[in-house]
């Protein structure tokens, strides 16, 4: 026992690991890539960028685009900032910390047809008509999956703040809510980055949800970039499904590396 050494068991986990990530994860991007660039699945002839423009030109695309990055911005930003209203609560109700956290973290583990009927008993979702309702019914329930699980993780950040810290600043004037916005949240900044990590995950599956609400067709209004790459997967347009999917990986990474950047520099100031 004595000769254990847990940052090497650590490093071996590790390696050990890389081959079922690479079998799991780096496999199927590459084959992604690949079909990306092919002129179809029944034809592996190089194509260039021809599948890339032909997606850009598409205007069911374009709908789907600008309806993912409005709608799942407001959905996001709805979600982030009831987990940091939420966290504070329970970070001062610690008694109730234990059955709040389930709480919070209980509708992840719901399975989506079971909310679903739930929802469609508050909310008209089968006519295209009411596309209000219908958006709201999407975002409450984005709202009600993610944002006690971001609460969850940023309280747990808060509760490793020094206690002296926050006395310093009620010292110099600051009050709860200034100490919270101007102190703790800077602190956490990369709990939050996490969280905004999760919560991007979370929106590029909201198809499921929307597909169990409004079915193939839920309007111009509610048509997100996965309902393009459904109906171009019943086509047989592998190429054109392929082309979306790098798309949406290079738009996540690159938000990712940006968020990291801006984090490093921030802590670089600080």
């Known amino acids: 026992m004595r000769n254990f050494r847990p940052q090497r068991s650590v490093r071996v986990a590790g390696i050990v690991s890389m081959p079922g990530f690479a079998l799991c994860y780096l496999l199927p991007l590459g084959m992604t890539l690949w079909y990306a660039f092919m002129e179809s699945a029944f034809d592996p002839h190089f194509a260039g960028l021809k599948n890339f423009s032909e997606v850009a030109g598409n205007k069911w695309f374009r709908l789907g685009s600008e309806n993912l990055l409005l709608l799942g911005g407001c959905m996001m930003f709805a979600s982030m900032l009831a987990a940091m209203l939420l966290a504070p609560l329970l ?21 989506s047809v079971s909310v679903v009927t739930v929802w469609k008993m508050f909310f008209d979702t089968h006519s295209i008509l009411k596309p209000t309702a219908s958006r709201l019914a999407l975002m409450t329930l984005f709202l009600w999956k993610t944002a ?33 916005v ?10 939050m980055v996490l969280c905004a990590i999760l919560l991007l995950m979370f929106l590029l599956r909201i198809y499921k949800e929307s597909w169990l609400l409004f079915g193939d067709a ?17 086509l047989m347009r592998f190429q054109n499904v392929a082309a979306v999917a790098a798309i949406l990986t290079t738009a ?14 921030r802590r670089s100031v600080l």
């Open 91 to 111: 970070l001062r109700h610690q008694r109730l910390t234990g059955i709040g956290a389930a709480v919070l973290i209980l509708p992840l583990l719901i399975p």
């Open 148 to 180: 006690g699980a971001c609460a969850v993780l940023l309280y747990t950040d808060l509760r490793q703040i020094p206690r002296e810290i926050l006395d310093a600043a009620a010292l110099d004037g600051a009050g709860e809510f200034r100490r919270y």
């Open 182 to 191: 101007s102190v703790q949240l800077p602190l956490i900044s990369k709990t």
């Open 218 to 234: 839920p309007g111009k209004k509610l048509y997100l970039l996965q309902h393009f790459m459904s109906q171009q997967f019943r």
């Open 252 to 265: 996540a990474l690159s938000l990712y590396a940006v968020s990291l950047l801006a984090l490093h520099k």
